[in-house]
C-alpha cells in the first residue's frame, strides 16, 4: 500500500483533511499525518517510508529529501516553492509540483486588506484614506495579481501593472501596462507585490524603485521577504516619512522597524495569506489528485523540475 505523507508545520483546516484523506482512501493509499511539528527530526523521520508529501512553506531541503529513500512525489499545495531544495530533488528522482492558483484568491484578500489597514492608520483612530479614486500598482501578474485586479477594480481603483510576461493578458482586460518597474512605483499610492521568490527577483525592491515611491505611499508585500531588500527599504522610509509597509511576511530587520518606524508597518503574525479554509480546500485536494493522477497516470502536469 502506498503511503502518504501530509507534512505541515501550519496545518490545513480539518475539513480540507478529511476531504485529502478520501481521496487517498479512494485511491487505496495510506494517509500518515505531521501537523505542527517544531523538530527537523520530526520530518526527517515521517518521511522515511512515505513515496509522497504534500506540503505547505515546510522546508524541503536536501537533507529532508534524501531522508525520504522511497520518494517519488512532492507537491506543494500552494504557489510558491521557494521552499524545496529542487536540484536536489532531480537529483534523487524526485517529482516537485505546485498547485498554481489554488489558494490566490485568499492571499489577494489579504493584499487588500493589509492596503486597507495600512490607508485607514492602522485603525488607529487617525484620518485614514479610502481606496476608491486611488491608483494601484501590481508588481507582478500572476493569479494572485489578477484576484487582486479583480477586487481593485470593484472597489473603483485605478489600476496599473508592471509585467514582463504577462503584458498580453493584461491588455486583453484593459489593463494598463506600466513601462517599466521605476514607472509603476512613481505612479501608485499602493504598490502590491506578486512576484516569486527566485532568480532576477530576489531583492529586487531594492533602491533602485524604492526611491520611486511617492511619500505617503503603501507598500504590500504578500509574496516572499526575499523580493525585498531590507536595508534599501528601511533607507528609504527613513527618507520619505509618509511610507508604509504592510506584509504578510516578517522581514528579518523587524527590531529596527519596531525600533524607527512606529504606526508605519503592520506584520501579520503567521504568514496568514492562504490560512482560509476554502485556500486549503483548494490546494489540498488538487495537491492530493495530482498525487494519485501522477501514480495511477503518470501525469507530471504541474512539475516545476522537470
Ligand atoms: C503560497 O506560496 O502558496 C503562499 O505563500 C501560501 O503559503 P502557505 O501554504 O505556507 O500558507
Not at 15 to 41: H, N, R
Not at 126 to 132: D, I, L, V
Amino acid at each position: 500500500m502506498r503511503k502518504i505523507l501530509i507534512a505541515t508545520e501550519k496545518p490545513f483546516a480539518p475539513v480540507a483533511v478529511k476531504k485529502i484523506s478520501k481521496i487517498f482512501e479512494k485511491a487505496g493509499y495510506e494517509l500518515q499525518l505531521l501537523e505542527k511539528y517544531t523538530e527537523k527530526q520530526e520530518l526527517l523521520d515521517a518521511v522515511a517510508n512515505v513515496e509522497a508529501a504534500i506540503i505547505r512553506s515546510d522546508k524541503f531541503d536536501k537533507e529532508v529529501l534524501n531522508a525520504g529513500k522511497n520518494l517519488k512525489i512532492v507537491v506543494r499545495a500552494g504557489a510558491g516553492y521557494d521552499n524545496v531544495d529542487l536540484d536536489a530533488a532531480t537529483v534523487n528522482n524526485i517529482v516537485v509540483m505546485n498547485t498554481p492558483g489554488q489558494n490566490s484568491n485568499a492571499v489577494a484578500e489579504l493584499a487588500i486588506g493589509l492596503a486597507i489597514m495600512g490607508l485607514r492608520e492602522m485603525y488607529s483612530g487617525k484620518p485614514g484614506g479610502e481606496m476608491r479614486g486611488r491608483t494601484l500598482g501590481l508588481h507582478g501578474f500572476g493569479y494572485v495579481a489578477r484576484n487582486v485586479f479583480r477586487i481593485a477594480r470593484a472597489m473603483g481603483m485605478k489600476v496599473i501593472v508592471y509585467t514582463r510576461y504577462s503584458k498580453g493578458a493584461a491588455a486583453a482586460i484593459g489593463l494598463k501596462v506600466a513601462k517599466s518597474l521605476e514607472d509603476l512605483y512613481e505612479k501608485s499610492d499602493i504598490v502590491s507585490i506578486h512576484v516569486p521568490a527566485r532568480g532576477e527577483h530576489i531583492k529586487s525592491v531594492s533602491s533602485e524603485v524604492l526611491c520611486h515611491l511617492k511619500d505617503g505611499s503603501i507598500l504590500v508585500n504578500t509574496a516572499r521577504k526575499e523580493v525585498i531588500n531590507e536595508p534599501d527599504l528601511v533607507k528609504c522610509m527613513e527618507e520619505k516619512p509618509g511610507i508604509k509597509y504592510m506584509s504578510d511576511l516578517t522581514p528579518d530587520c523587524e527590531a529596527e522597524f519596531e525600533e524607527k518606524f512606529p504606526g508605519r508597518f503592520f506584520f501579520t503574525p503567521k504568514k496568514a495569506g492562504a490560512q482560509t479554509a476554502e485556500a486549503n480546500l483548494n490546494a489540498g485536494l488538487a495537491a492530493a489528485q495530482q498525487i494519485v493522477d501522477f501514480f495511477e497516470n503518470g501525469d507530471n502536469t504541474h512539475q516545476v523540475n522537470k
